[in-house]
């Protein structure tokens, strides 16, 4: 198996931004959450996008650990094996050192928080995801369960850490929520997996030992499960924002709200739509993960759009209302 770069072969910087995986630092949306729903976004704007950094350069230099960890392995899986480290392009010795370098930018962007007992916070929580993410890739992965348990807690993190930097107390509603979303995301890539092994002649334990025990019952069974945790759990915490979504809202909008109707209930129905349109789409096996469907499915791009505008404007007129009640 290839542990430095083939013959003739030199890495380009392109190559170098492809090992450390940009496209996932839209994970650091998660990051964003507590912020947003906390009305704290702007006033923290500076000290939220050091957690959003730190977050992002360390999963990077993760993702690049975990790649040579796992390089054997993914040499043998058709996609994965043109990953830099997998074929060769990039030598582990260099990989190792760019790593490195990954997670010391990582330690400097928690410094971009500045209230100092916040940067404490941003700097723990990222040391704590980094060591989860190294845990994961020693021995976690090989644990069924445990690994899809152990990403979630990577998300539920972020979540923590953007709370910490603006400042705000995170929700528990808001942290299950974002479990069990995670979970959803995890099994079903899981799920994914074994659907895109099935068609080659790699068995799919060969590139993630756990397969030896899930099955494809089991993992439709946790996906639906964990699909709907995520639901009841947000419903949850919609229900927690009656006093700000609820009468306050109303009586902005129409001067009157004699049921005093929570108005971010609404966002509950294209969140719905989303989360089963995924599991619809992973039955048929048109996508290996989850994950894929938000760039590439136009009905979960409309709920995931609906969600997002839907939720912003409730989040903009129930911080007016508030003001306005406060004058």
């Not at 030896?212 to 924002?241: I, N, S």
């Not at 609404?266 to 789409?281: E, K, N, Q, S, Y």
């Not at 894929?292 to 911080?319: C, N, P, S, Y």
Request: aromatic share 10%.
């Amino acid at each position: 198996m290839p542990d430095s770069a083939t013959p003739n072969t030199r890495a380009s910087a392109k190559d170098y931004i492809r090992l450390a995986r940009p496209t996932q630092w839209g994970k650091g949306a998660f990051v964003l959450i507590g912020p947003i729903y906390g009305l704290a976004l702007l006033d923290s704007w500076l000290s939220v996008l050091g957690a959003f950094l730190a977050f992002g350069l360390a999963s990077s230099g993760c993702y690049v650990i975990n790649d040579i960890s796992d390089r054997h392995a993914d040499a043998l899986h058709p996609r994965k094996k043109r990953r830099p480290i997998a074929s060769g392009v990039i030598p582990v010795t260099a990989a190792r050192g760019y790593a490195v370098v990954l997670l010391a930018l990582a330690v400097g962007a928690c410094f971009l928080v500045q209230d100092p007992s916040r940067r404490w916070w941003v700097l723990g929580l990222t040391a704590v995801y980094a060591m989860n993410v190294f845990a994961y890739s020693g021995f976690m992965k090989q644990i069924v369960i445990l690994d899809v348990i152990s990403l979630s807690v990577g998300f539920v993190l972020r979540v923590m850490a953007g709370c910490a930097a603006a400042g705000v107390a995170p929700s528990t509603w808001l942290l299950n929520s974002t479990f069990f979303l995670a979970m959803f995301l995890a099994l079903g890539k899981r799920l994914g997996e074994r659907r895109t092994m099935a068609d080659s002649e790699v068995d799919a334990s060969q590139i993630r030992g756990v397969h030896k025990v899930y099955t494809d019952d089991l993992l439709r069974m946790a996906v639906v499960v964990t699909a709907v945790g995520t639901l009841v759990t947000y419903a949850g915490y919609v229900e927690k924002q009656q006093d700000l979504f609820g009468p306050a809202i109303g009586s902005v909008a129409s001067g009157e709200n004699p049921w005093g109707f929570n108005l971010l209930w609404l966002t509950i129905l294209p969140a719905t739509f989303g989360l089963l349109r995924c599991i619809v789409l992973l039955e048929q096996g048109k996508y290996d993960d989850p994950t894929e469907l938000a760039v590439r499915d136009r009905g979960v791009q409309a709920a995931g759009f609906i969600f997002v505008v839907l939720t912003a404007v409730l989040l903009v007129v129930g911080k007016q209302s508030t003001l306005g009640g406060g004058s």
